[in-house]
């Protein structure tokens, strides 16, 4: 419960801004195109460097649904290939997950991701679950290039608008699951992402038919290859596609 | 004469609700359309409209306007005001003067003076012991709202309560939890599929995107239940390529 002193701070422009943010975000969320659009009102009222929203779901199908810049993507694609990292952690706690010092900080609850995020230009990683009542979604993750905290404010900020694109982003959803939007068609949410993981998805199943392996297996492979060669899944994945590598047994 | 009177348009409005309540609807349009037609028919400058999840914690659904919004805002946050009393006693909350109220509210009566608002005016959305959230009209003016407007914007409020109730009961949150499974899933099992029959047909994307499509049809079955079935190994892609294989690549 927020005391006296919160009263001055409703009526800043900050606040107006943030209520602003969230009608753009539904906007965004209503629209017949893309949900790229979800990400800027979050940069613009927030003060971190960049944003991604992303979709979780099991160990395969999480999808960058919007990033703000290639950073925001990366610290995205870097936690989906490792399978760990503080959007996973977000989403299993249901709670925010701060690092305020990418750098200065050990983080063994993910030493792989820990590693590999100080190479990108994050300094600190601010990680809200997307959650509508008890539906898990995904992950609303901010970063910034300077280290340092949050401010309670921008918290709670970032919570507010976390629950907007939650609500929408499930709607969404939802909806095109409903109308029967087929991948890539007129209504899917994704149709204008230039972050899909399509490719990932069907190099995973060359080589189930390849190897004669579980997908789980076969999505393990990839990503053993991609570690193993400091390359992305997606690049590896590119490369099963277009026939360029085989994965031997 | 010819404009319809208020009663006319009163009567469209719960009609307009009703409706809604039958066809599939947008809860979040339901809401939009409730604060508008409020101040359209009602005595009130503004109107705002929060609501609660299944934990109790509320949330501005619509509003009229920004100052309203962030009335409500205000509320929610702080937890106190007429809005907020209104849906935890279930009752309808008349406040004819808002300045009056500064000792009581201390956070929500200068912020709403400050907003040109005078009096308002909350009404439960309940159903029986069931209290979901509140519609608050606000009033440039001091004073009680008609008796009239109380009870159309209950009856308004209430036809809306019963909307919602209904689609929350018809869509319970483990149902919301598979269909979002299964919505992003099948995107993924269907690109994985792909991969599997160009793998197996020597062919690219979009051709085992093609023949998986005429199998589907072929066999009446939906495209994403064989896309599963392929990727859980229950069945092999060497049936399809076989039947459908050549046809494909040379079609």
Redesign the interface.
């Given at each position: 419960?927020?005391g006296?002193a919160?009263?001055g701070v409703?009526?800043t422009p900050e606040?107006?801004a943030i209520?602003t943010a969230q009608r753009e975000i539904?906007a965004a969320g209503a629209g017949v195109a893309g949900l790229g659009g979800m990400c800027a009102p979050c940069v613009r009222v927030l003060p971190v460097t960049g944003v991604a929203i992303s979709?979780l779901?099991?160990s395969?199908?999480s999808e960058t649904v919007c990033a703000s810049d290639e950073v925001a993507f990366r610290i995205d694609e870097l936690q989906f290939d490792l399978g760990e990292g503080p959007c996973w952690e977000a989403f299993a706690s249901r709670a925010p997950v701060l690092v305020p010092d990418v750098r200065g900080d050990a983080h063994p609850q993910w030493p792989v991701f820990g590693d590999a995020v100080r190479k990108t230009a994050a300094g600190a990683l601010f990680v809200f679950p997307l959650y509508?009542?008890?539906?898990g979604?995904g992950s609303l993750g901010l970063y910034r290039r300077t280290a340092g905290p949050l401010t309670d404010e921008a918290v709670h900020d970032a919570e507010a608008l976390a629950?907007t694109v939650a609500k929408h982003l499930?709607?969404r959803?939802?909806a095109?699951?409903?109308d029967g939007a087929a991948?890539g068609s007129g209504n899917d949410p994704?149709q204008d992402s230039p972050h899909d993981r399509?490719e990932i998805?069907?190099?995973?199943?060359?080589?189930?038919?390849?190897l004669d392996l579980?997908?789980g297996a076969a999505f393990a492979r990839l990503r053993g290859h991609a570690f193993a060669n400091g390359d992305t899944m997606a690049e590896v994945a590119h490369e099963v596609?277009t026939r360029h590598l085989h994965l031997s047994s | 004469m010819s404009d319809p009177t208020r009663e006319q348009r009163l009567g469209e409005a719960f009609v307009t609700l009703a409706d809604s309540l039958v066809a599939g609807y947008?809860v979040?349009e339901l809401m939009h359309y409730l604060v508008d037609v409020s101040v359209e028919l009602l005595d009130a400058a503004a109107a705002g409209l929060v609501l609660a999840?299944?934990?109790d914690r509320l949330?501005v659904l619509a509003s009229t306007s920004?100052r309203a919004?962030?009335l409500e805002?205000?509320q929610i946050?702080?937890?106190r005001g007429p809005c907020l009393e209104c849906y935890r006693t279930g009752r309808a909350v008349s406040i004819p003067d808002i300045a009056a109220e500064a000792i009581r509210w201390?956070?929500f009566a200068?912020?709403a003076a400050?907003q040109g608002f005078k009096s308002v005016h909350a009404v439960p959305m309940r159903l029986r012991d069931s209290t979901i959230g509140a519609l608050n009209l606000f009033r440039s003016q001091p004073g009680e709202l008609a008796e009239a407007d109380r009870r159309a914007a209950q009856a308004l409020a209430d036809v809306a309560t019963i909307g919602i109730l209904q689609q929350r009961a018809t869509q319970d949150?483990s149902d919301?939890?598979e269909?979002?499974?299964?919505?992003?899933?099948?995107?993924?099992a269907?690109?994985?599929?792909?991969?599997?029959?160009?793998?197996?047909g020597s062919m690219n994307?979009d051709a085992a995107f093609a023949t998986l499509r005429r199998y589907a049809v072929q066999q009446k079955i939906p495209l994403t239940t064989l896309a599963q079935q392929?990727?859980?190994?229950e069945r092999t892609?060497d049936d399809i390529v076989t039947t459908l294989g050549s046809s494909a690549s040379s079609g």
């Open positions: 419960m927020a006296a919160r009263v409703v009526m606040r107006v209520v539904t979709t779901s099991g395969f199908a509508v009542g008890g539906t979604i629950a499930l709607r959803i939802l095109a699951a409903r991948p994704w399509r998805h069907q190099a995973t199943g060359i080589v189930m038919n390849q579980p997908v596609v | 947008d979040v999840d299944g934990r949330d920004e919004q962030l805002i205000l946050r702080t937890g201390p956070q200068p912020l400050e949150s919301v939890n269909n979002l499974e299964i919505a992003l899933n099948s995107r993924v269907i690109e994985q599929a792909k991969g599997i029959v160009a793998q197996q994307m392929l990727v859980r190994q892609a």
